[in-house]
């Protein structure tokens, strides 16, 4: 089975400065796909990013980009000039190519990384 | 944003008594997700569905049901809600257009129950 691990229960940084979120998976898996969700204090689940195996591109969506190592099996997102808005909990969540819909087509979460922004 | 609606966004209920929390979409996607979020769990799968009357069980379904009876809805019953049902419950759709299609999320209901 899948799992998703994310080695950062908090995070802090300055406005305007960076941060990277750790990001750890493990799968037998070839194709899958890999994507960051914000939850802020609204509770509304955002996508941030998104990321598929086959592609060697790491995705940039604005502030944000991943660094993506299929090899070492890491899905790190890094925010750029990080601002107020940006404080929230960031999950990391995998989801199986294998077999769309379905439990495969489900996301695997790992259990989140709240990150605070200091003004 | 998609389309979803959920249904009620609080609820406080008793143990024992039975739960039925809605999810209602406008997208006509084939595939609906429930997903239960806890401190220190993120968010586990409980039942999906990938089509009309066609459901499955998720990793952790002990205790839930869920029907759907219609492209739009996803219902999800708790029979005889016990505490350790208290969560927050989000519904989920994927939409047919590709294998990375995200997921995308309702607004969550938080229950409650004592």
């Known amino acids: 089975a899948q799992t998703v691990t994310q080695s950062q229960p908090e995070m802090s940084v300055q406005e305007a400065e960076t941060v990277t979120l750790s990001c750890t998976y493990d799968?037998?898996?070839?194709?899958?796909?890999l994507f960051w969700y914000k939850q802020p204090p609204s509770r509304q689940m955002i996508l941030v990013i998104r990321q598929e195996a086959y592609k060697q591109q790491n995705a940039t969506e604005n502030r944000f980009s991943v660094n993506f190592q299929k090899a070492a099996k890491s899905f790190s997102l890094k925010i750029s000039d990080s601002q107020l808005g940006d404080a929230a909990m960031y999950f990391c969540?995998?989801?199986?190519?294998?077999?769309?819909?379905?439990?495969?087509?489900?996301?695997?979460f790992g259990k989140g990384t709240k990150l605070s922004v200091k003004p | 944003d998609a389309g979803i609606t959920q249904s009620p966004r609080h609820k406080v209920t008793e143990t024992g008594t039975p739960v039925t929390l809605r999810c209602h979409q406008t997208e006509n996607h084939r595939y609906m997700y429930w997903y239960r979020q806890d401190p220190g769990h993120g968010l586990r799968l409980i039942h999906y569905s990938y089509g009309v009357k066609d459901t499955d069980k998720g990793e952790v379904s002990d205790g839930y049901s869920v029907s759907r009876s219609k492209t739009e809805d996803f219902l999800l019953t708790l029979e005889s809600a016990t505490s350790s049902q208290t969560s927050v419950y989000f519904c989920?759709?994927?939409?047919?257009?590709?294998?990375?299609?995200?997921?995308?999320f309702g607004n969550g209901t938080r229950l409650t129950v004592t």
């Open positions: 799968t037998s898996e070839s194709d899958y796909y």
């Open positions: 989920a759709i994927s939409g047919g257009q590709g294998r990375n299609s995200p997921l995308h």
């Open positions: 969540a995998y989801r199986s190519a294998g077999n769309y819909g379905g439990s495969q087509g489900n996301l695997i």
